[in-house]
């Protein structure tokens, strides 16, 4: 058996998948919900408070290994 499949094996066993699973179905809700806290219609600062949320989104996505 390899190390790359021992290690998913052990990854599944563990319960990896399913935290996977929750992280991502945050990340989906979370995303638009903070997008509609922001928003305004003729904020002043919007183009840089979604930029930072967008920043946000991307990098949870990256930390989280998705």
Do not use: N
């Amino acid at each position: 058996m390899s190390r790359w499949k021992a290690s998913a094996i052990h990854f599944e066993a563990a319960g990896g998948d399913r935290l996977i699973f929750i992280l991502a179905a945050v990340d989906v809700t979370l995303g638009p919900l903070i997008t509609l806290i922001i928003f305004k219609a003729g904020k002043k600062g919007l183009k840089f408070d979604l930029a930072v949320a967008r920043y946000r989104a991307g990098r949870s996505l990256v930390v989280s290994g998705l």
